[in-house]
């Protein structure tokens, strides 16, 4: 049996790979648990059909379909079993560094509002809406931290709807390109305030690695020269070089193990060659991401927590939300396109909060760039889906499209979640998760309104014809998944206290998107590694037992 | 339908479940048993020789060579016969089934298989597949975008044909200058 450690840590994505750098650089020993590999940038195959985001012939950087299905529940109740590169599985990665070894990397803090969105809007019919039982301020140096660890390039002293910041960002924007230029103008025109999107990539040689080079794979490709950076290149060897963290990949865990007072004594997985093992640890750390790490607290039963730990108030698997992506694209008579990547440049968050009648918002930038597989896939209603009509249109607009998009703050409801399936298992023999619900019809209202905004911008800043695309009303959740282990102060409506810590069990915390009891009207990532420093530190100044040596 | 959920405009929602469904959605009735015989050239990986001219035809259709070449020069109907030997088994069946009903229409209406078609021909009984077999409809127009539109490492989008045809660098040199300078 492997070594008793201080912390037992399941998932080595965003808010894991903080959780093992803080822990281990405090001198606890950390066994840090990945169910996939550890990619590097000689995996960037740059491959258009094979990568994590177009994953018709496979998700690259996990999981793999044929061992990892889940149940899916559609909003008339029939039940499909999907795969990970099935749209409906709401995958986000299965790897070292999890999302943030493929993301495209947008850093936002989430604004004061967003952390007190029922008391900002009050409440809402059908849903769950909360405040956090963090603010912003509690949050404020950790994201700092977040920023300048990882590292995040980029210009906000446009943007005057932020929340005060008490440092910069560490690295300049990188240069803007065409979209920028043509979009900056016309958001001024109309009263807007555009400034550099903030970006967890090198725009100058940062903590020993390159800067970006501009090139045309980015988003679910692996960063040529590792110039994005994720857990997998930051936090995640700092903690391997103290030699108190050990990292083990490709091993899938099962459950929390519990003592008969239950209190948790490790976890059990299956290592990589599909061996059960047991961990022991003083301490629990479940950073699954929001879909698999309330499956692994359901998945694990005990006398005292008959429906899975933490589960005592029915809240875990609740609440799962991602983001209601909306936008416009629009056509234009002149080359807008300059091939020069990652493209997303430009944002502005005028309507994140503020909107009559609304209960919230979402940030608009224009997107990233695309390639042609892209392209084709995305074409406007008005045009023929085949034929030499759709292929002219592919010929003269490729280099003429821009898309301003951007993520709607959801409004979470209860029904929609995550359940450990009672009938379908994975290769090693554990339930799986099983996805059902739909999204609250004001997280459609908002997107409406959001989306009538981009497509305003497109217009002002030239284009010749413009089209929506809107959120339908299925289950939200993917890349961004979040909110199915609330952090709340109250254990019959929340899942987690402040500290990340389960209500019900003195050593087992959750620490990923899963706590988020609201979303953001951004790109999730900065709040998860922000939180995560945050709940280590917390956990480090409350820790009372010895540290075992690795 | 469950979108994608992704944050992405250029990865929309993909109905991706329907295509699991296609293979039965086909109203046809034909036995599968046995391995279909190889083309004469042996080129062929899981299409018999006319299937894969029907299905070089129907790509064709979908993206028909005009001043750039086409689904037929790009070699869409190799990065499916490939793709069906790999990542796509699953839609062997739907392959199978589907090209068997497009024919058997063909000859019904026109007295012909569908290669043998002229092309008015062979644009109505497409539309009518759109209308009637929509998840193999979308599932062979799916494969023609990316054999067209993809990487050509997989078979299809021969000589770069479609990256050429909307004016796309390979490889992006500024990209490599940087690189090869930093």
């Known amino acids: 049996m492997p070594k008793h450690v201080n912390a037992v840590i399941v998932g080595a994505g965003a808010g894991g790979g903080v959780v093992a750098k803080e822990l281990a650089t405090a001198g606890l020993s950390v066994v840090l648990l990945e169910r996939g590999k550890w990619y590097t940038a000689a995996d960037c195959r740059k491959d258009d059909l094979c990568n994590q985001r177009t994953s018709v012939l496979g998700a690259k950087f996990g999981p793999d379909d044929e061992r990892n299905p889940r149940v899916f529940v559609d909003e008339h109740g029939r039940e499909s079993i999907v795969k990970p590169s099935d749209g409906a599985y709401s995958n986000n990665a299965a790897c070292v560094g999890g999302g943030t070894f493929s993301y495209g990397a947008q850093a936002w803090r989430y604004m004061e509002k967003d952390f007190r969105m029922r008391s900002t809007y009050g409440a809402v019919a059908g849903s769950t809406l909360e405040d956090w039982p963090v603010s912003y301020d509690d949050m404020e140096p950790f994201y700092e931290k977040a920023e300048w660890e990882l590292g995040v390039s980029g210009d906000d002293s446009g943007n005057i709807f932020k929340a005060p910041r008490r440092k910069p960002l560490p690295m300049p924007p990188l240069p803007p390109g065409k979209e920028h230029a043509i979009l900056e103008p016309a958001a001024h025109r109309l009263g807007l305030h555009p400034f550099h999107i903030p970006m967890l990539r090198n725009s100058v040689p940062y903590n020993g690695r390159r800067s970006c080079m501009r090139c045309r794979w980015c988003v679910g490709f692996a960063c040529e020269l590792s110039a994005r950076n994720g857990t997998h290149n930051t936090v995640i060897p700092t903690a391997l070089a103290t030699s108190n963290c050990e990292l083990r990949t490709e091993c899938m865990t099962r459950e929390i193990l519990l003592d008969n007072s239950g209190k948790a004594t490790g976890v059990a997985y299956y290592d990589g060659d599909n061996r059960l093992q047991i961990q022991t640890a003083d301490i629990v750390v479940v950073s699954g991401g929001a879909v698999e790490s309330a499956r692994l607290l359901l998945n694990t039963k005990h006398r005292l927590f008959p429906s899975g730990l933490g589960n005592r108030s029915d809240w875990v698997g609740r609440n799962l939300q991602g983001h209601s992506?909306?936008?416009?694209a629009g056509i234009f008579e002149f080359d807008t396109f300059d091939d020069i990547g990652p493209g997303a440049s430009i944002a502005i968050c005028d309507y994140n909060h503020g909107n009559a009648g609304l209960a919230g918002g979402g940030m608009l930038a224009n997107e990233f760039i695309r390639l042609p597989i892209h392209y084709v896939t995305s074409l406007p209603p008005w045009v023929p889906r085949w034929g030499i009509e759709q292929k002219e249109f592919v010929r003269r607009n490729y280099k003429r499209t821009v898309v301003v998009f951007g993520p709607v703050q959801e409004i979470p409801i209860f029904d929609a979640r995550v359940q450990a399936d009672p009938k379908v298992k994975d290769a090693w023999g554990i339930p799986v998760a099983r996805l059902s619900g739909g999204r609250h019809p004001h997280t459609l209202e908002i997107a409406r309104f959001l989306g009538g905004k981009a497509e305003a911008w497109l217009k002002e800043a030239g284009a010749a014809r413009t089209w929506l695309r809107l959120p339908g009303p299925g289950l939200s959740g993917g890349q961004h998944q979040a909110g199915t282990c609330r952090m709340g102060n109250d254990p019959k409506t929340s899942v987690v206290n402040r500290d990340c810590r389960i209500h019900d069990v003195e050593n087992v915390y959750v620490i990923d998107a899963s706590v988020h009891v609201t979303n953001g009207g951004f790109n999730p990532v900065l709040t998860i590694l922000a939180n995560a420093y945050r709940a280590s530190s917390n956990l480090l100044r409350g820790w009372k037992g010895s540290k075992v040596p690795a | 339908m469950p979108s994608a959920c992704t944050g992405s405009w250029w990865e929309p929602e993909?109905?991706?479940?329907?295509?699991l469904e296609a293979g039965a959605s086909v109203a046809v009735a034909g036995s599968l048993a046995g391995c279909a015989a190889r083309g004469a050239a042996g080129q062929w990986r899981f299409f018999t020789a006319s299937e894969a001219r029907a299905v070089d035809a129907v790509c064709e259709n979908l993206i028909p060579?005009?001043?750039?070449?086409?689904?037929?020069?790009?070699?869409?109907?190799?990065?499916?016969?490939?793709?069906?030997?790999?990542?796509?088994?699953?839609?062997?069946?739907?392959?199978?089934?589907?090209?068997?009903?497009?024919?058997?229409?063909?000859?019904?209406?026109?007295?012909?298989g569908f290669a043998d078609l002229a092309a008015a021909q062979q644009t109505d009984i497409l539309r009518t597949l759109e209308q009637n077999s929509r998840p193999f409809f979308q599932?062979?127009?799916?494969?023609?975008?990316?054999?067209?539109?993809?990487d050509p490492r997989h078979g299809g989008n021969r000589n770069r044909a479609s990256w050429k045809m909307v004016g796309l660098d390979y490889p992006p040199l500024r990209g490599r200058q940087h690189y090869e300078g930093a």
């Open chain 1, 325 to 328: 992506y909306t936008g416009a």
């Open chain 2, 139 to 150: 599932l062979i127009l799916s494969h023609t975008w990316q054999g067209f539109y993809g």
């Open chain 2, 14 to 19: 993909v109905r991706r479940r329907t295509f």
């Open chain 2, 65 to 112: 060579a005009d001043r750039d070449p086409g689904a037929k020069s790009a070699g869409v109907v190799q990065y499916i016969d490939i793709q069906l030997a790999k990542a796509f088994r699953k839609h062997r069946q739907a392959y199978r089934l589907g090209i068997a009903h497009i024919d058997s229409m063909s000859r019904e209406r026109f007295g012909a």
